[in-house]
């Protein structure tokens, strides 16, 4: 008899426990609804329906995704009262970076926009960084670079000592030219300065337009170097020195922008889903007012992004001493 009580006590107890942890697991799914809810209408403290200062962060290698021209489009009709800019990039190839400035100076049109050099705003970086209506960058920052790189391992010696032979039929001499097969000839290394000089102009013409510099202030920062914040300001390629909360303190006096708004990261979501696992964690964060938490799940929503690096390249790279 003792051993049937307790049977019937341990499958009482164990039938608490269940209904507990179902207990437990419907109010988790119903918090999570609601916070979710509440972000999509605006009444978190962490919604981006709410006024706000928006940070957009250009980091690492400038390829003119989709996803990153597609998240500063849906700034132009958000409740972001401005836009903050984070530089970190050392460039990319051109024509990302030309995608890249005319999305931010189509965003420029509609909101006041600053940009923050946080470390490097180099080649299509400082292409970047000029698409905004001022530039704030630390005295120790590495600003500039402006110029247009091609670069093709050539390994045909390194065949040749192998005893291979790549055979090439061309529709014209100049075609797929220059190839790492051969050796470059002077028609093709011609044609390609050609398209280099041509990528060149047009990044010197933006930095004279944007930075209203005569000629020979664009040729003295057109030679490829970079130069420090503190040399980029006597330079005239950025406003002030400082970092956000420069950045910001211009925005609320020359912008009429509202002392005391948030400032809100605004990321680029996952390809499979605007509003996942990560995404829903991040608001329910955020609402907690754990806001540490919030960024760690924020990165975790990232997607790594592939290199192009068959074009031009507006890219700053330390040079190798021999």
Not at 309 to 318: T, V
């Amino acid at each position: 008899m003792s051993s049937d009580a307790d049977l019937l006590a341990d499958r009482r107890s164990l039938r608490r426990k269940v209904t507990l942890w179902r207990l437990l697991a419907a109010a988790g799914v119903l918090g999570a609804a609601v916070v979710a809810g509440l972000a999509w209408t605006g009444q978190t403290p962490g919604s981006i329906s709410q006024a706000h200062i928006a940070r957009v962060t250009i980091s690492g290698f400038i390829s003119g995704d989709r996803r990153t021209l597609d998240l500063i489009k849906s700034l132009e009709d958000s409740r972001a009262s401005a836009v903050v800019i984070r530089i970190d990039s050392p460039g990319g190839t051109v024509s990302g970076s030309e995608a890249l400035y005319d999305a931010l100076r189509k965003l420029s049109a509609k909101k006041p926009m600053v940009a923050v050099v946080d470390g490097l705003a180099a080649s299509g970086g400082y292409i970047a960084a000029i698409g905004s209506d001022r530039i704030v960058a630390r005295q120790t920052s590495l600003v500039g670079s402006i110029g247009v790189l091609f670069q093709v391992p050539n390994v045909a010696q390194f065949l040749d000592t192998v005893g291979v032979k790549v055979e090439s039929i061309k529709s014209s001499p100049l075609k797929a030219a220059p190839s790492g097969f051969e050796p470059t000839s002077p028609e093709a290394r011609a044609a390609l300065q050609r398209v280099v000089d041509d990528n060149y102009d047009w990044f010197k013409r933006l930095v004279r337009e944007r930075r209203k510099l005569a000629e020979p202030e664009v040729a003295i920062v057109s030679d490829g170097r970079v130069h420090t914040g503190g040399q980029a300001a006597t330079l005239k390629l950025i406003d002030e020195i400082g970092g956000e909360p420069e950045a910001i303190a211009w925005l609320e006096r020359e912008k009429g922008v509202a002392k005391g708004l948030r400032v809100r990261d605004w990321r680029r979501r996952s390809e499979s889903s605007t509003y996942g696992l990560w995404s829903t964690g991040e608001a329910m964060a955020r609402a907690a007012g754990l806001d540490s938490l919030a960024a760690i799940l924020a990165r975790a929503a990232e997607q790594p992004l592939g290199l192009r690096l068959d074009a031009p390249m507006a890219l700053w790279q330390p040079a190798i001493e021999k």
